[in-house]
């Protein structure tokens, strides 16, 4: 079994309301000194059997494709079981 993370976040020079709307309440929850907040997504993907070259291959494709926008999102792959 494999397994994949796959983690999306705005790119840098994208403004991020979301996480300016977190950053704020950090601060009136007394949570002092945080001078960046920023958003995304994270992926689970459990795969039967070897992760091989063809099958990294089509993930990566489908993580640019399906699980982030690429006009505005950045992603990594992380195998953690291989």
């Known amino acids: 079994m ?17 996480g300016r709307a977190v950053q704020g ?9 945080v001078t960046s907040v920023r958003q995304g997504k994270h992926f689970v993907i459990e795969l039967d059997g070897d992760l ?3 099958r990294a291959a089509a993930l990566d ?10 006009v ?6 992380t195998v953690v079981d291989a």
């Open 72 to 77: 505005i999102e950045d992603f990594t792959l």
């Open 2 to 18: 494999a397994r994949v993370i796959v983690d999306v976040m705005l790119k840098p020079e994208i403004l991020d309301p979301q």
């Open 25 to 33: 309440a950090l601060g009136r929850l007394g949570l002092e000194g």
């Open 52 to 54: 091989d070259s063809d």
């Open 61 to 70: 494709r489908l993580a640019g494709e399906l699980l982030s926008n690429p």
